[in-house]
Structures are given as C-alpha cells and as structure tokens.
C-alpha cells in the first residue's frame, strides 16, 4: 500500500478518517526499510508489511503482502488474520502489539453476520484457484496472454471510453477487482495517467492484482462497506462483481457515497430476465466454452431494479447496452482453435472485428430480442440543485 492513500482510507468499523499507520517493512527505490514511524514514511513508498489503526487505538487493520486488509469485524477472517499475527505482532512497538491484540480478541469474542459469514464463503472460493505462489504465477501470465475478446470489446467499447475522456490525475476505484484482470489489460493505469484502487473480498485474488498492477492500490474489502473517502472518487467500476451480491442494488448506495457530483458509475452485469436457454442448456454452454468462472454465488442481476435504483440515487443513465455473448463466445472459440495467435496480427484482429460487427448487426441483434445475457451500464451522479 502506497502511503500517498493513507488520507483517502477510512476505518470500516468506525468510519472516521483518522488513521495512522506503523510500517514494519516497506520499499523505498526498490530497498527495504524497516520498522519506521508514520511521519518517517514517504508518500511513495509501498508498505509491505505493517498496521493501519485508529488514533484511539481502538480499530487496528493489517497491511499484509501491500494489501491493507480493511473489513469490519463482521467479515474478518480470523484464520487469516492469526496466522498474519504470529509474525507481525512481534515487530510492532509494545503498545501497537497490545493494541493489536485487543482486536484480535474483541473479533473473536463477536457474532457474525449473515453477510460476513457469506462474505467468507465467496473469499474462500475465489482464493482457492490462487492459494499458492506457482498458482499465482500462472494466473498472472494468463491475464498478461489471455484473449477475452468477448468481455474486453464490449467494456472497452461501452465503458472505457466514458471513463478515459480526461482520466489523467483522476481517481477511480472498482469494486470486485478480483486479479484486476480487465483493468490491467485495457485500462492500464499506468498507462492512461490515472490513480486506481481495486478492492476485492479475495485477498489471494488481490496478491495476484498487484502482481499485475504494481504500482497501483489494492485493498481487500467489502463491496458493501467501502473503506474510502466519501464524495471525493470520480468513477466506480464494476466487471461483473455486483451479482455475485445476495441483493446486487446494495451496493450502489455505498458506492454513490463515494462518488462526487458528476462522478461516473459504470457496470458489467450478467442480467437476470427472458434467457434463450433453460439453466442446464446454459451450464452446457459454459461448460463447453467455458463462458464464466462462477461461484455459486451467480446470482444475475435485474436490470429494471438496476435502474430503477440508479434513478432513485439520483443518477443519469448514460448508456445502456444489451449484450449476448453467446455468438462472440462461439466465434472467438472458433478463432482460437484455428489460430490462437490472430489478435497480435493487425490486419487480421481487423477482418475478425469486421465479421464480429457484421454478425453484431444481424444474428445478434435478432437473438437480443430473445433476452440478452449481459448488459452494460454507463451512469453519471447528478449534481443537487
Ligand atoms: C467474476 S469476478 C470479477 C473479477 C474482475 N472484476 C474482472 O474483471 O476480471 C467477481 C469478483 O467479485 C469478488 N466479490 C464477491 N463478493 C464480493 C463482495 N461482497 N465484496 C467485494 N468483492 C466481492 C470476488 O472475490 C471476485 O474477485
């Protein structure tokens, strides 16, 4: 975690804004430097290892591998956390430690909620495929070569571009980064000059992000309970997080408390309504072209509720776009399988997208009719008169 964020986290228990921060080992310039006091920390140096906690001491938070981990009590994950304090606890100053300890306890001592222990669940199954370092390696080098040209078109084409128009020096935050996957590949932030926050209930999925992204920010937390800065965000991005939700539309209030005024919220749903397939026909097709990397958790989201809410929260719809990926999952298949290496030849990315926008324009078109799979939806906060 860059320190330069410090002043945009708040504590996810509390809420208040005043937070310190203890590093036991941070890189500065590519060196290592230990145990230093907040105002010894610079504002570009990433803390590897460390505390972020309340001035009353209260509310402690662990930065574990860059990534601060800042969930409420309720979706701490206690495993996680004690096997994190076994080492750090005994490189912090004495009253850190006991301060830390104190947390420990009161988490353990608590209930947890319904959406905590839920929380938990999905954090489990999404850690699961990256739990080890070889797993990691390899998901990285597939996000680096990976062609997801039915999910990166559309999000480039209805998406990126409401977001890129001066992104330079802007800050966006997405919820449900996972690897950070669609960010690292088609609106690097490294690249369009803009500062990003990933957050994601999968710390595991999030060493990945970093891996990906390293000069970004990554922090493990709830979609419904945001530990950033209220009003001072310019975007929020969602690919394909918002179902994995028990009530998708209760995310969006938390993340208009984050917007300011004008701020863009856009999103890439897996949309529940009239399908072309019965469930065990789409089970088929995922299987067969391995469509989705899905929970259980899938629930699809509605797409009235989803506007009806966005209005509702006083957001303008900028862009809506139904989505069926079934044609563009055949044909990429098709693609790969004849020449797994097209998209990295100009001229031939240009016929395949050419032949992708004829069949966009018709059979697409057609089958949307029926009910698309997936929409995209581009909306803007409006400013209180
Ligand atoms: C289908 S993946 C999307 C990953 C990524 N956005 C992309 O474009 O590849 C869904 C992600 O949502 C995350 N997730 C599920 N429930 C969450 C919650 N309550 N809060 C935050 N993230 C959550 C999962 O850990 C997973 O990484």
Redesign the pocket.
């Known amino acids: 975690m860059y320190k330069r964020i410090l002043d945009k986290i708040i504590c996810p228990n509390s809420g208040t804004t005043d937070v310190k921060i203890y590093s036991v080992e941070l890189n500065r310039q590519s060196k290592s430097e230990k145990n230093l006091q907040e105002e010894n920390i610079l504002p570009d140096d990433d803390i590897k290892s460390g505390i972020i906690y309340t001035s009353d001491k209260k509310y402690v938070y662990v930065i574990h591998e860059y990534i601060p981990i800042l969930l409420n009590d309720a ?1 701490q994950d206690l495993v996680h956390l004690n096997s994190i304090a076994a080492t750090l606890k005994n490189q912090l100053p004495n009253d850190l430690a006991d301060a830390f300890q104190n947390t420990i306890n009161r988490i353990a001592a608590q209930h947890h909620s319904e ?1 905590g222990d ?2 938990r669940e ?2 489990k ?3 699961s495929a990256v739990d080890t370092e070889k797993q990691r390696e390899a998901m990285l080098k597939s ?1 680096r070569n990976e062609n997801l040209w039915r ?1 990166f078109i559309p ?1 480039r084409e209805s998406m990126i571009k409401y977001l890129e128009k001066n992104c330079k020096g802007k800050w966006i935050f ?10 690292s590949r088609i609106f690097n932030p490294a690249e369009f000059g803009y500062n990003y926050i990933g ?4 710390f595991k ?1 999030l060493m990945v992000a970093k891996m990906a992204i390293p000069g970004s920010d990554f922090i493990q ?4 309970n945001i530990p950033i800065k209220n009003n001072f965000f310019d975007a929020a ?5 918002l ?3 028990p009530r998708p539309t209760d ?1 969006f209030s938390e993340v208009d408390k984050k917007l300011k005024s004008e701020g863009i919220f856009t999103l ?1 749903e897996p949309v529940y309504t009239t399908r072309q397939f019965t469930e065990k026909q789409t089970a088929m097709v995922r299987k067969l072209f391995r469509t ?4 259980d ?1 899938d629930n699809k989201i509605n797409l009235k509720e989803t506007t009806d809410t966005l209005k509702k929260l006083n957001y303008k719809v900028l862009n809506t776009v139904p989505y069926n990926s079934l044609f563009r999952v055949v044909y990429e298949a098709f693609m790969n399988r004849i020449y797994k290496s097209w998209h990295s030849h100009k001229g031939l990315t240009k016929t395949v997208l050419a032949i992708d926008n004829l069949l966009l324009n018709t059979v697409v078109k057609l089958s949307n009719k029926l009910g698309p799979q997936a929409i995209v939806i581009t909306s803007v906060k409006q400013k209180v008169s």
């Open positions: 979706d959406d839920w929380n999905e954090m199954y999404y850690d996000i999910i999000r997405e919820i449900g980064c996972g690897n950070a996957r669609t960010v957050t994601d209930i999968s999925r937390a709830s979609a419904l991005i969602s690919f394909g997080m179902h994995h939700l995310a890439h989705y990397e899905h929970s958790h």
